[in-house]
């Protein structure tokens, strides 16, 4: 079994909808949990970075943490056309001197016009 | 301000051969990072160096090295390269280990 599991989709939705991706994790010493976002072809680019339990809002985006279910998720409010991208979730149990993520699958959405 | 800079863009191999992966930042990062990419799989982390003069095994370590040159620059070296090596390669820099980890553009490889 993975560490973290995240359902790859591809998941399909028009534009406007609000979107829900989601990560489940089965390593308890997870701390720091981030959600990226990658075009295709392109490098992963951070879009959220939380911190222990809770929840966290930028803009369309609202990411939720609930360690004692070891659930995360991401929200997508208003969606656009551009938002269609992979979505990959990471966490770590969070070292100073380097921090080794560990990703999810990726979810791979589609924004419909 | 290039960030993160990875070259090449695209390889191909034949089973057997050697090549060296480049990495370059100019954010004055400490931390930096080689990942695989492979379908189904998210990216796996190969190794890591927390600052200058160090580097460590991660997840998928087997049959790569890496040479932190300087503070800018990490290298991942396929000695004898495999088909199951065929992925997508991403570097990636953070100024500790606990901050936002940027991403190169990656190098596409195949291994024949």
């Known amino acids: 079994q993975k560490e973290v599991e995240q359902d790859p989709g591809p998941l399909s939705v028009p534009e406007g909808a609000i979107v829900s991706l989601n990560c489940t994790y089965s390593?308890?010493?997870?701390?720091?949990f981030m959600w990226y976002r990658q075009y295709s072809r392109k490098g992963p680019e951070l879009l959220m970075y939380?911190?222990?339990?809770g929840n966290k809002e930028d803009g369309r985006f609202t990411a939720q943490v609930d360690k004692s279910s070891k659930y995360i998720s991401l929200f997508i409010r208003d969606s656009q056309p551009s938002d269609s991208a992979t979505y990959l979730c990471?966490?770590?149990?969070?070292?100073?001197?380097?921090?080794?993520?560990?990703f999810g699958q990726g979810t791979r959405l589609t924004i419909n016009p | 301000n290039a960030g993160v800079t990875q070259t090449p863009k695209f390889q191909v191999l034949k089973t057997g051969q050697s090549m060296t992966l480049q990495c370059a930042q100019d954010?004055?990062?400490?931390?930096m990072y080689w990942y695989r990419q492979d379908p189904g799989m998210g990216l796996r982390l190969i190794y890591y160096s927390a600052s200058e003069g160090t580097t460590d095994k991660g997840e998928v370590p087997n049959g790569y090295n890496v040479s932190r040159l300087n503070k800018r620059e990490f290298s991942l070296r396929l000695e004898s390269a495999a088909p199951s090596q065929t992925s997508v390669y991403f570097c990636a820099s953070s100024l500790r280990g606990v901050d936002e980890q940027f991403f190169g553009p990656g190098t596409r490889l195949t291994v024949l």
């Open positions: 954010m004055n990062h400490n931390s």
């Open positions: 390593n308890s010493a997870f701390q720091y």
């Open positions: 990471a966490m770590s149990r969070g070292d100073w001197g380097a921090q080794k993520l560990v």
């Open positions: 939380t911190y222990s339990s």
